[in-house]
């Protein structure tokens, strides 16, 4: 199982990171798009995204997870005041232990390139999405800066590069589909709906 290193799990729980992911980068990520109903979030890390999500949408409820055990104890502590609206939860990205079309919704934050196999990843949230539900989700681009500085990184990881994942995406059963490069192609933050049922 690929793993974060012990620096990387350090800064996805401190508190510049959790201020700034939640003020700046969560705004950036959604695109103006308003969440709702079950929404799912896969790799949640510290639960500095969903605090927020769930401060500021009363009408989601959350299932919070991370396939590492630090991360989903950290997002508990952080996200008991919210109640029964969340859960969090250990769960492999790559193997979600959840039925097909269960969430209405699923976010994915910087999670992705840190699962190796990132396409069985956004197989499975496509697959625990419901017909017509919506995934959101940013990640780093396999490009410039971002490269070389997790070359340097000890942790597993395989960067995306946008072409492959709008190619990926081109695979799945995903319509409303949307790419969008930002900070000079250092990140990408992308959406996607699950394709509605097909009338029988
Ligand atoms: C860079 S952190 C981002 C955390 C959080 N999304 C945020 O924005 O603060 C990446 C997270 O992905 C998790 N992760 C990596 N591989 C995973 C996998 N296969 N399944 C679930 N979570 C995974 C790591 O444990 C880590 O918490």
Not at 53 to 75: G, N
Not at 77 to 105: H, I, W, Y
Not at 170 to 194: C, E, I, K, Q, T
Request: charged fraction near 20%; glycine fraction near 6%.
């Amino acid at each position: 199982m690929p793993a974060m290193s012990r620096v990387e799990k350090a800064v996805c729980r401190s508190a510049p990171w959790r201020v700034f992911t939640r003020r700046l980068v969560l705004p950036w990520a959604l695109q103006g798009i308003a969440l709702s109903g079950e929404v799912l979030e896969i790799g949640g890390g510290s639960g500095a995204m969903a605090e927020q999500l769930l401060a500021t949408t009363p009408a989601i409820t959350m299932c919070v997870t991370d396939f590492d055990q630090t991360m989903v104890s950290s997002a508990v502590e952080k996200l008991t005041r919210f109640g029964t609206r969340v859960t969090a939860r250990q769960a492999d990205a790559t193997a979600l232990p959840f039925a097909d079309s269960s969430f209405d919704t699923v976010v994915s934050w910087i999670m992705l390139h840190h699962t190796v196999a990132w396409e069985k990843a956004l197989s499975e949230a496509v697959r625990v999405l419901r017909p017509g539900g919506l995934l959101v989700a940013y990640d780093l681009v396999d490009a410039g800066p971002m490269r070389w500085l997790h070359r340097a990184e000890p942790a597993d990881h395989r960067m995306i590069g946008i072409d492959e994942l709008r190619a990926e995406l081109a695979r799945l059963p995903v319509v409303d589909v949307s790419v969008r490069p930002g900070l000079g192609h250092v990140v990408m933050r992308f959406n996607a709906r699950r394709a509605p049922t097909p009338s029988s």
